[in-house]
RNA sequence: GCUGGGUUCGUAUAACGGUUAGUACUCAAGAUUCUCAAUCUUGCAAUAGGAGUUCGAUUCUCCUACCCAGUACCA
């Protein structure tokens, strides 16, 4: 027991797809094994045959995938569940559907000991015992007392339980609970416990619907063969412990028995109840790590495929329950499987916050480069009809401004650097990549559609006038682009002296030979519009109003100078085409 | 009901008998600014209640309240 190598288990239920509780329980027990350099195992625990849901196992083990934990033993070379004993997984299989033998093996030396016995009750029977005892008033429970008054092989006389064991396969097995025993036991996290047995029930331990051990037989037989030296588990677990104290006992494992670890709860954002996995999408955010499909076609979100980075998922994930001890917050997993320990684990249970999963996954965002993020955004870019072209080819740079090098606006076709340059003015207002796309479209595509937004600057129109001829230029490439035109006060924006001005800063671009970078330009910008004695904000706005389309949004200054004069020039002349009278 | 666990700002948590009870998120105000964000500064806000033990309790003990879990031939 002194040194033997420590060795954890994640041991999920294949009922559906892996929730967010259950990904934290996998986290923890990853950086327990990494940080007493040990081993990390993973096991299917599917004894519930009515439960099992297809495609349940494989999304357990991409979720591992996708949060970068990877188990040391369970999986074989394909990423597969292991079947077959090999080097690496010496206890394959992992699945305990595939171990039935060698649980009955156990439960019959559980009865060879006097810790178990048959039983032989039908469903009907028990039902009417409990609705019998409910009419009292009470609850009944198969225990120490009651057992004497039911069918199993210690009521029924020798020849008889013989017979029955013979001609059917009738029976389950039920463990023996000692009467009056005091268990004492130590977790890791809440310190000493203590039980009396007389409060606790003869529970199956081999199930006769479909001939496969119960969760706690498995369980504790699995953990022994398979040498776990910790159990870290979810704190619904804890009424068990006393069972599991006492089957080691019956077993005569003591001596090997693991430490028990029980985490708090993760619980919903109102702090009732535990989160669960029909919460999903009622409550606005994902519980889970991966979207799932079940197998009846309903859809449950993913953080994945909301937009999380894993290590934003992880770190996040990881703070709920559990702290470095200092007040550090963004933790690499590295730096979490060096940091995690045990002692700073709470008791009491978390309640999920999505507004601070979204920060951390903001923090992460801010830590990536442009030129990585823009590979991160080329399929969102691609998916609002953008395409990508190398840099330099052809007419993509010979004819842009040095400004705006890169971008196609009229075919919108756009360069990886023009991309990382637009990701670089944008990153600040983000919180998941989708949003650099969001935040400011217009780096992109020319504003289309100013009217539908109350910007009225030409006389008024006659509201029954036939519709105006769609400009070629506002061919739609994704309606979507109707998002920048985000206030609805744009009207104030535009203002009659918009005609007068806007031509001169046209000019003004057009002659501006300086250095172009975002503070030189936009410093002789300002001079030359506090030059001519105007009014700086109502020109800036009308300016980005212009070029595009919102009301607020990116400095002038930045736009520019990542859009380039020739485009802003282009825009400019739209927009006084368009809403000139 | 019974059994077990839990309880520090709205949320996540720090303080493992001695602090003006700290930090982060959220929120509010101010600074900055061409707008909106971002950023910076400041602020709001907590030991569930009651008894003990102690020179001294967030911390230890007990009681009460509330919350959670379990109470299946589910895990």
Redesign the pocket.
């Known amino acids: 027991m002194a040194d033997r190598k420590t060795r954890v288990r994640f041991a999920p239920?294949p009922t559906g797809p892996l929730h967010m509780g259950g990904v934290r329980t996998a986290l923890y027990n990853y950086f327990y094994a990494r940080q007493h350099g040990g081993d990390f195992i993973l096991r299917i625990?599917d004894?519930?045959s009515n439960?099992f849901v297809p495609g349940a196992e494989e999304y357990i083990i991409e979720a591992l995938k996708w949060c970068g934990i990877c188990p040391d033993e369970g999986l074989d070379a394909n990423g597969k569940l292991a079947e077959e004993p090999s080097l690496r997984n010496p206890h394959a299989p992992y699945r305990q559907s595939l171990r039935g033998e060698t649980y009955i093996k156990y439960a019959k030396e559980l009865i060879a000991s006097g810790n178990a016995y048959y039983a032989f009750?039908?469903?009907e029977e028990?039902a009417a015992r409990r609705s019998e005892a409910e009419s009292e008033g009470k609850?009944f429970?198969?225990d120490h007392v009651t057992r004497m008054h039911m069918r199993n092989s210690l009521t029924l006389p020798q020849e008889e339980v013989s017979r029955l064991l013979e001609e059917t396969s009738d029976w389950?097995i039920r463990f023996k609970m000692p009467a009056d025993t005091l268990v004492e036991m130590d977790d890791l996290i809440?310190g000493h416990?203590e039980?009396n047995t007389d409060?606790l029930?003869d529970k199956?331990l081999w199930?006769?619907?479909?001939k496969?051990p119960?969760?706690h037989l498995a369980n504790i037989v699995d953990d022994h063969l398979m040498e776990i030296t910790e159990v870290i588990r979810g704190?619904?677990?804890?009424?068990?412990l006393p069972l599991h104290y006492m089957l080691y006992k019956a077993f005569g494992w003591t001596d090997t028995m693991p430490h028990f670890a029980h985490l708090?709860?993760l619980?919903k954002p109102d702090?009732?109840?535990?989160l669960s996995k029909r919460d999903g999408d009622k409550l606005g955010f994902p519980v889970f790590p991966l979207k799932w499909v079940s197998p009846t076609g309903e859809v449950s979100r993913g953080y994945r495929e909301d937009g999380y980075f894993p290590e934003a998922f992880v770190n996040m994930l990881s703070?709920?329950?559990w702290?470095p001890?200092d007040?550090r917050?963004i933790l690499s997993l590295k730096e979490l499987e060096e940091a995690f320990s045990l002692d700073?684990v709470?008791?009491?249970?978390?309640?999920f916050?999505a507004?601070?999963a979204r920060?951390f996954n903001r923090e992460y965002l801010r830590m990536k480069s442009a030129d990585e993020l823009a590979g991160l955004l080329a399929p969102v870019l691609e998916s609002h009809g953008m395409q990508f072209a190398s840099c330099p080819v052809g007419a993509l740079c010979a004819g842009a401004d040095f400004a705006g090098e890169g971008a196609d606006f009229e075919n919108h076709i756009f360069t990886a650097g023009y991309v990382a340059k637009a990701v670089a003015i944008v990153k600040?207002?983000a919180t998941f990549v989708s949003d650099l796309w969001t935040a400011a479209p217009y780096l992109y595509i020319a504003p289309k559609d100013f009217e539908a937004y109350g910007v009225k600057a030409g006389p008024p129109q006659d509201p029954k006038a036939p519709a105006r001829p769609v400009d070629p230029r506002t061919k739609v490439v994704d309606d979507s682009l109707t998002a920048p035109f985000i206030g609805k006060d744009v009207a104030k924006f535009w203002k009659p002296e918009a005609y007068e001005l806007l031509p001169q800063i046209d000019a003004f671009m057009k002659d501006y030979n300086g250095i172009f970078s975002v503070s030189k330009f936009?410093e002789a910008l300002?001079e030359f519009i506090k030059g001519n004695e105007w009014p700086?904000?109502k020109v800036?706005?009308c300016l980005?109003l212009t070029l595009t389309g919102a009301?607020?949004?990116?400095?002038?200054?930045e736009i520019v100078t990542t859009i380039g004069t020739k485009e802003a020039s282009r825009r400019i002349a739209w927009a006084l085409e368009r809403l000139g009278s």
């Open positions: 239920s625990e004894t519930d439960r009750d039908t469903a028990l609850t429970t198969y389950t809440r416990i039980v409060t029930d199956v199930k006769r619907a479909d496969l119960t969760y704190e619904e677990w804890l009424p068990s708090p709860l619980l702090g009732k109840g535990k703070f709920l329950g702290n001890g007040e917050e700073h709470s008791k009491s249970g978390a309640r916050n507004e601070k920060w600040d207002r936009g300002e700086m904000g800036m706005n980005r009301a607020s949004g990116l400095g002038i200054a």
